[in-house]
């Protein structure tokens, strides 16, 4: 059976709600909590070019972030770079395998930003490619973009609905897409904004797909998050807690 995975990212797409200021304490507390609760990824905020200030999950070095770790966790961490926030030379060697990047990108940066995913990964992280309203890309486009992600070799590559706007056959149609011609061992992650109402709905149709790939599926607490909010984190754990006995302790 395939595995399933969660992403929790309330830091990072949350922040669109609060202006990413959750104050020091409540950064550690979420990120503690979570942790406690055997989430498999925890999204901390985004990686750029900006002063840090500590109360934000705004971070300008992978080392701002490892003050907020936790010393005993079985969970991994992530940071978001939006393609254009900071340049790959001003990130450092990965010194920490607990903590991978994911880099999202509009589809007119897609050219770009594939050669930014590939200086990444010569830097040591775990990857993952998160193309922007992936939806925006017709058939051709979309395996072109999977043929480049292949050359790369990340750790993941995660179909993106930007604006909620994906009916339950274009997930399927981009995920079958992406299954049959992407590496074997990459890993499909979705992420979906609720807009039309269809997010945990659309995680569950993936839930159903016969795959031996990974499934990472993005959530955040409450939903929090851009617009119409996300998957909420505590209905999808439970959810695969009642069904798929796979996430203890939430």
């Known amino acids: 059976?395939?595995?399933?995975?969660?992403?929790?990212?309330?830091?990072?797409?949350?922040?669109?709600v609060n202006n990413w200021n959750f104050g020091y304490s409540n950064i550690k507390s979420?990120?503690?909590?979570?942790?406690?609760?055997?989430?498999?990824?925890?999204?901390?905020?985004?990686?750029?070019?900006?002063?840090?200030?500590?109360?934000?999950?705004?971070?300008?070095?992978?080392?701002?972030?490892?003050?907020f770790l936790p010393q005993k966790t079985n969970s991994k961490f992530t940071l978001m770079v939006n393609y254009g926030d900071i340049e790959s030379s001003n990130i450092t060697e990965c010194s920490n395998h607990n903590i991978a990047i994911r880099v999202a990108f509009k589809k007119e940066q897609y050219k770009n930003a594939i050669e930014f995913c590939k200086n990444l990964k010569l830097k040591g992280y775990d990857l993952f490619i998160n193309p922007m309203q992936t939806i925006s890309y017709n058939k051709s486009e979309f395996l072109e973009l999977l043929d480049d992600v292949n050359a790369i070799k990340p750790f993941t590559f995660t179909i993106?609905?930007?604006?909620?706007?994906?009916?339950?056959?274009?997930?399927?149609?981009?995920?079958?897409?992406a299954d049959k011609n992407l590496d074997k061992d990459m890993n499909i992650g979705f992420h979906s904004h609720?807009?039309?109402?269809?997010?945990?709905?659309?995680?569950?149709?993936?839930?159903?797909?016969?795959?031996?790939?990974?499934?990472?599926?993005?959530?955040?607490i409450f939903g929090m998050g851009r617009g119409a909010g996300n998957i909420c984190t505590e209905h999808m754990t439970k959810y695969l807690n009642d069904n798929y006995e796979i996430i203890d302790n939430i």
């Open 1 to 16: 059976m395939k595995q399933i995975k969660i992403l929790d990212c309330t830091l990072r797409d949350g922040g669109y």
């Open 30 to 67: 979420v990120i503690k909590n979570l942790s406690d609760g055997n989430l498999d990824y925890i999204e901390c905020g985004f990686l750029k070019n900006i002063n840090y200030d500590l109360n934000k999950t705004l971070f300008q070095q992978i080392s701002d972030l490892e003050k």
């Open 160 to 177: 993106v609905d930007t604006f909620g706007s994906m009916k339950h056959e274009d997930v399927i149609t981009l995920y079958d897409l």
């Open 194 to 220: 609720n807009n039309l109402k269809l997010s945990f709905s659309h995680a569950q149709n993936l839930l159903d797909k016969n795959s031996h790939r990974t499934l990472i599926i993005d959530t955040t």
